[in-house]
């Protein structure tokens, strides 16, 4: 029986959707961005890479002719003829953000508008910041503010330490972040205080609520650690983990993809810090996954570590060791086996700000004996859960229409 791989490469996206004015973002191209970079040395970093950007293994699968089809552009990287399946994805859900992709991706996009908090300075709502405090028997919190994660840690930090008050802040993603030392405040204490406050944020249609754990001192400074975990809310639909479960097939899930559905039929879950921890981690589960089965996989490094931060060069870099690693997966693969490689939104480096951009998002498709062909604009990433539900022989999803 057949097996399917849906992997998301966070914030790769290819090029701005026909709304991304609405966003702010029109123009933005986080692939072809970055490419175009790479051409002109603005990718160069001593020690980590240099010279035009190099895919051979997506380009192999399609990938510049996935980006021309969106922006009529050539990506520029070295040319291949396509072998896999090619297209792009179009959003149809409002926003730009994980949840909101990852549910549409899934077959169930957001019928709803996601809340934000959209005020640079005293961010949260004075009731929301009482009503946690009161319950949670907090001294205070520090920031409440959109900020950078790593730089909020740098400057609030050591007050955080001798205080006792959690650091709050946000983006202009729909999100509230909480960062905490993981031995000053505890790790399980961060946890239970993001619950609490994910049932505080409920009623404003907030798509997550982050813990993000940190250590160090102010003598040594700080960072964060590899116990991010995300309190997203409830899809609104049946998605195809949910298909997949009720027809009793095998899930495993990597990454963060068991926060982002709320750990709603997430099978085996997967954790690892880091795209090529992740990546060893999710080898072995592709050699574990019954026939029938599904594996979902979030590679979060290029969003988390290069998109916000806008980093071309670690980009860049990380998009080509990725790239590197595809084999390894390839080299796995049974007869009857489909991945799918896309994108949940963009994070274009060289936008302004630090936040995800409105993007189409690349859909390259690859296994043994599959014919190449290509898929067009796809006009909802729901078209994406919908094929691997056809690929397994899965009931037909509300949402999508599949190319297989």
């Known amino acids: 029986m057949a097996r399917a791989f849906l992997i998301v490469m966070d914030s790769v996206g290819c090029g701005g959707a026909s709304d991304a004015a609405s966003y702010g973002d029109q123009g933005s191209d986080t692939l072809g961005h970055i490419a175009t970079a790479c051409t002109k040395g603005l990718g160069d970093q001593a020690g980590l890479r240099a010279g035009p950007l190099t895919l051979p293994f997506l380009s192999s699968l399609g990938l510049r002719e996935a980006c021309k089809a969106s922006t009529g552009l050539e990506l520029p990287i070295a040319p291949s003829t396509p072998r896999g399946q090619w297209g792009y994805g179009v959003e149809t859900s409002k926003g730009k953000d994980t949840v909101s992709g990852h549910w549409e991706i899934a077959g169930a996009p957001a019928d709803f508008i996601f809340g934000y908090f959209t ?13 946690i405090t009161t319950e949670a028997k907090l001294p205070g919190i520090l920031g409440d503010c959109h900020a ?34 993981e031995e000053s405040f505890g790790l399980e204490n961060l946890y239970t205080l993001c619950r609490l406050v994910r049932r505080h944020v409920d009623p404003l249609k ?6 993000r754990p940190f250590i160090g001192s102010k003598e040594v400074g700080f960072h964060r650690t590899g116990n991010r975990k995300d309190f997203a809310i409830p899809p609104p639909d049946n998605t195809i983990l949910d298909r997949a479960a009720e027809a009793k097939r095998d899930i495993a899930t990597i990454g963060k993809i068991g926060d982002i559905f709320t750990h709603r039929n997430t099978g085996r879950e997967v954790k690892a810090n880091g795209n090529m921890a992740l990546f060893d981690a999710m080898l072995p589960e592709v050699d574990r996954l019954a026939d029938g089965g599904l594996l979902f996989a979030n590679f979060v490094d290029f969003d988390s570590e290069f998109g916000h931060r ?15 690693r595809l084999p390894e997966l390839e080299a796995k693969l049974k007869s009857g086996d489909l991945i799918i490689l896309t994108a949940d939104h963009g994070n274009d480096p060289t936008w302004q700000g630090t936040d995800h951009t409105r993007e189409h998002v690349p859909i390259l498709c690859f296994g043994p004996g599959l014919t190449p062909q290509a898929l067009g604009g796809r006009q909802s990433f729901a078209d994406i859960g919908e094929s691997v539900a056809q690929w397994l022989d899965l009931p037909k999803g509300a949402h999508g229409k599949g190319w297989i």
């Open 119 to 131: 005020k640079t300075e005293n961010s949260f709502p004075p009731e929301l910041i009482n009503a």
């Open 148 to 181: 950078s994660g790593t730089a909020i840690i740098e400057a609030l930090g050591a007050e955080h330490v001798a205080s006792g008050k959690p650091i709050f802040y946000t983006s202009a993603d729909s999100v509230l972040q909480i960062a905490a030392h």
């Open 206 to 211: 907030i798509g997550r609520v982050i813990a």
């Open 310 to 324: 806008r980093d071309v060069a670690g980009y860049a870099a990380c998009l080509e060791a990725f790239d590197r």
